[in-house]
């Protein structure tokens, strides 16, 4: 049942300064490296000054663990693979980690980063992860902590059920389109109950620890670090929360069972990862913080998603009549020589609208194609294929653009990595709530000049405008 928006005031406040002391002392007394992976580029969207490795090799997890800062991110892109691919990934980075962590004598935490609406391959890869780490290490995983909170996409857990903000509702998750996803589906917004349907009845939902708003608003640290405390066997743990100060509270509790020997394994969504890392806030970044490099050709904005959303954001991105647009005709993506020839028509375009000065969008049909087997991995691989097509229109451009936008967890990987070939990026921080930004490396195709990853599933009808205009400047 869809509630109200006003039911996020209705909680009993929180002395955040106070709570903020607590967690301060909690992260320094960490001495734990934070390896944080993520199954698309958008889970940056809320730390700032903060590394992303776009591979997995011993030399980059190295850098990782000799930085400074708490943590670490590292770009799977796996909510664009295959479970085989998948599972082949993870077991690597486990392995190339835990090789470095013994050289460098220190000890790490894995955060699996995924969607705040619950789609990924879950439970695939924090199983994997959590066998890989108890063989490397000899140490048993006490429990996993599930935290799919994400106030800058208004995404709230309440009573152990998981909303989607929409207007001036929050929308069962289960109940909202990103449910129905063709890869990732599912049918419970309960968190307890999500568990039990997403692991196939391997952890039942009465098994499921679960930390209650009222206790985190009643500040009972002791009643939630007993709680973890008394997860055994991998069960899990939902976190309930509507603000990052529900976060702290909980994170306290945590840092504190973890220092008396306790061992959990994360799957959550961007939010914790920032109160975990001890992250601070910082304003939005203005234009003179991400362009560094001025030129007088346009900027391009790619869109792969077809959320619904999306589809509502290009069309008000149209009303701006300085931004030229090409549609590439994904339907074609069956007929590898009209899918070429149609890549070809897009790319020419492309190159004429930049080298004029103008900032040009390209987007795929607004269409789902999907691959007409029944085979979930088949739409995933035709997917795939678009994603490419796609990614293909930033690497083979001639003409260095201004900025670039992606639009879609899978898009935005590919650009990233194929077309952009980062290896390592800069976070510089968000141009709009929970939409990062990168500065990409010396190494990459187009140097220091700003990344925008945008959600597929993130911001209001205007966002993907603004964020333009912004850069337009």
């Not at 020419?348 to 103008?358: D, F, M, P, S, V």
């Amino acid at each position: 049942m869809a509630l109200k928006v006003d039911v996020l005031a209705s909680y009993a406040p929180i002395d955040e300064a106070a709570v903020d002391a607590l967690l301060t002392k909690e992260i320094e007394n960490n001495n734990k490296k934070i390896v944080v992976l993520d199954d698309d580029p958008t889970g940056v969207q809320t730390v700032h000054d903060v590394s992303v490795y776009t591979n997995w090799s011993k030399d980059s997890i190295r850098k990782g663990f000799d930085e400074e800062n708490k943590l670490f991110y590292i770009m799977t892109n796996s909510r664009g693979f295959t479970s085989a691919q998948t599972e082949k990934a993870h077991k690597e980075i486990a392995a190339a980690v835990d090789e470095v962590a013994k050289e460098t004598g220190k000890e790490y935490i894995f955060i699996s980063r995924s969607d705040s609406t619950l789609r990924g391959h879950y439970p695939l890869e924090t199983i994997v992860l959590k066998e890989a780490y108890e063989k490397n290490t000899g140490k048993k995983i006490d429990g996993e902590i599930l935290c799919p909170f994400f106030k800058e996409g208004g995404r709230f857990t309440i009573d152990d059920v998981h909303y989607v903000k929409d207007g001036e509702e929050l929308i069962p998750a289960a109940e909202t389109e990103f449910a129905k996803d063709k890869t990732f589906g599912y049918t419970s917004s309960n968190m307890k109950e999500y568990v039990e349907e997403k692991t196939k009845g391997a952890y039942k939902k009465e098994n499921v620890t679960t930390i209650s708003l009222e206790d985190i608003h009643a500040m009972n640290y002791d009643k939630i670090e007993e709680q973890l405390m008394g997860v055994n066997d991998f069960n899990k743990i939902a976190v309930n929360a509507i603000d990052y100060v529900d976060l702290k509270v909980f994170c306290v509790a945590l840092f504190r069972a973890m220092a008396k020997g306790k061992t959990f394994m994360f799957r959550t969504a961007a939010a914790i990862v920032k109160v975990m890392g001890g992250v601070t806030d910082q304003p939005l970044l203005s234009r003179e913080q991400m362009v560094v490099k001025e030129t007088t050709n346009g900027g391009i904005i790619v869109v792969g998603s077809h959320t619904e959303k999306t589809t509502k954001q290009v069309e008000m991105l149209k009303e701006n009549p300085n931004i030229a647009f090409v549609e590439l005709d994904a339907t074609l993506v069956k007929d590898e020589a009209a899918f070429k020839k149609e890549v070809e028509r897009c790319l020419a375009l492309e190159e004429e609208y930049l080298k004029a000065g103008t900032t040009v969008c390209v987007y795929t049909t607004r269409a789902l194609i999907t691959a007409d087997t029944g085979d979930k991995e088949d739409d995933l691989r035709l997917a795939v294929k678009i994603s490419d097509a796609v990614q293909s229109l930033v690497g083979r451009l001639s003409i260095v653009p201004s900025f670039v936008i992606a639009k879609g967890g899978i898009t935005s990987s590919d650009v990233g990595t194929k077309a952009l070939a980062v290896q390592k990026a800069n976070v510089l921080g968000q141009i709009k709530p929970g939409i990062p930004v990168w500065q990409t490396g010396e190494e990459s195709k187009f140097p220091l000049t700003p990344y925008v990853i945008f959600p597929g599933n993130v911001g209001e009808v205007s966002t993907l405008k603004e964020a333009a205009e912004i850069l337009m400047q």
